[in-house]
């Protein structure tokens, strides 16, 4: 496992740079893992303490998400993939537990159904693949669901984060952009928060984000719940961001309509 293809100095791994950048230096960041896990008394739904196990450890005929939801372990590799998962873990813990018994509870009700069902699905994507687009301003978020590009995202980068935060969630797209191209999408959960949440230190609105979110996915949701975001389009995270760059319709696409 290489951690040099991961460039620290990226825009969209502010907010993971420090504790990332411990365990890439660590002898076995695995176990660095399972002692900042330990540190922080992070724990499943079913409050059973969250460590980090090695992937050939799961039982046989067990559901990665259903061991985690009954033991705490989590299967873990020596992967990219797994590498952002367990740091989605150590900075997003209330959601990372919430999103685990949503998706075991599912789980358990697709064995007597025999089907996957929305809410896993719904889920699975959000664990892998999201980013939260988070605004005070109700224009900025009905634009972004609008796919209207150039209210959202054609500004300069102080503009646009006086008005927006993006943080990425799901490991996935996170481990996609450490090769980053253009068309790289996320999957978004638009979160609308006070103003003084962006004055608070980046930490702390990690946490308060981590909250909110968790209260918000005990609710339940499915597909219908998402946006889309290409992105390398948000100001300053990419070269090059001209009109041209934001007119390439392949990417930066027009909302579909309904029939």
Known sequence: MRFDTIDWSQPWLRGLRH????????????????????????SNFSGHPISFIAQQSLPADTVYESH????????????????????AWLHFPNIKRVLNNLQAEAINHARSRETRGPQRDAATLFDENVAFFVSH?????????AHDWRTTLQKTPD?????????L????LIEKLTTPYKSITAHVWTVKLDPIWF????QARQMTLDQHVASRLLKGFDNSAFCHLPVL???????E?????????????PKRQRR
């Open 19 to 42: 504790i990332g950048e411990v365990l890439a230096a660590s002898d076995d960041w695995v176990k660095a893992a399972c002692v900042m896990s330990a540190e922080r008394g992070l």
């Open 68 to 87: 985690i939801a009954v033991t705490g372990e989590v299967p873990t590799r020596h992967n990219l993939h797994d590498f952002f998962n367990a740091l």
């Open 137 to 145: 301003d109700d224009n900025m978020l009905e634009a972004l669901r």
């Open 159 to 167: 503009e646009f984060f006086s008005q927006a935060e993006v943080i």
């Open 169 to 172: 969630f799901g490991h996935a």
């Open 199 to 202: 004055t608070m230190p980046y």
């Open 233 to 239: 389009g948000v100001p300053g995270w990419w070269h």
């Open 241 to 253: 961001q001209d009109a041209e760059f934001y007119a390439d319709s392949d990417v930066f696409r």
